[in-house]
T-cell receptor, first 108, second 116 residues
Framework: QKEVEQNSGPLSVPEGAIASLNCTYS??????FFWYRQYSGKSPELIMS????GDKEDGRFTAQLNKASQYVSLLIRDSQPSDSATYLC????????FGAGTRLTVKP | EPEVTQTPSHQVTQMGQEVILRCVPI?????FYWYRQILGQKVEFLVS????????KSEIFDDQFSVERPDGSNFTLKIRSTKLEDSAMYFC??????????????FGPGTRLTVT
């Protein structure tokens, strides 16, 4: 069974802090990795993609990938209350599999 | 900005009835997908579609499900005989990547299906 695991949270951080979200996956053949944000009752919104080992930065977001450890993470710098949502890790091998998501709350 | 659209936003049906969920992918995209999310649970892959045929499907996508691209814009998911456990949010997504391993998928707003 190909699994994608995330801590369900909730993760609570104060406004302005760094939020760190983690994801592990079981399929070593996975090729592409994505972070989606999902607000309650809404559809997933793509925020980051990463394909090779290392860091990828986009604005306040940094994705980190370590294929040897089968680990991908998302850092959100200067967290804002509007970042409060569930963050979904998605991993592509033969198909795209999602983790259950980590609920993030940013407190003003 | 182009976006994926889905209709209806909410569909209520009786058990055993057929439903068709409709999606209009982003116009220059080549890959199309259906996912479902049961309330409080994870997003689950159902099927991917490329070049007018199914390219991948999950174990959830059994004979009760079918997909079709009836014209140049619509992409549909049909459930032949709905069950109570089919109640979920159904998301359509599309991607413009030829290289499937690097595709970024963009999701529609979803159709909430309620089976009574």
């Amino acid at each position: 069974q190909k699994e994608v695991e995330q801590n369900s949270g909730p993760l609570s951080v104060p406004e302005g802090a760094i939020a760190s979200l983690n994801c592990t996956y079981s399929d070593r053949g996975s090729q592409s990795f994505f972070w989606y944000r999902q607000y309650s009752g809404k559809s997933p919104e793509l925020i980051m993609s990463i394909y090779s080992n290392g860091d990828k930065e986009d604005g306040r977001f940094t994705a980190q990938l370590n294929k040897a450890s089968q680990y991908v993470s998302l850092l959100i710098r200067d967290s804002q209350p509007s970042d409060s949502a569930t963050y979904l890790c998605a991993v592509v091998g033969d198909d795209m599999r999602f983790g259950a998501g980590t609920r993030l709350t940013v407190k003003p | 900005e182009p976006e994926v659209t889905q209709t209806p936003s909410h569909q209520v049906t009786q058990m055993g009835q057929e439903v068709i969920l409709r999606c209009v992918p982003i116009s220059n995209h080549l890959y199309f997908y259906w996912y479902r999310q049961i309330l409080g649970q994870k997003v689950e892959f159902l099927v991917s579609f490329y070049n007018n045929e199914i390219s991948e499907k999950s174990e959830i996508f059994d004979d009760q499900f079918s997909v079709e691209r009836p014209d140049g814009s619509n992409f549909t998911l049909k459930i032949r005989s709905t069950k109570l456990e089919d109640s979920a949010m159904y998301f359509c997504a599309s991607s413009d990547q030829i290289d499937r391993s690097s595709y970024e998928q963009y999701f529609g707003p979803g159709t909430r299906l309620t089976v009574t």
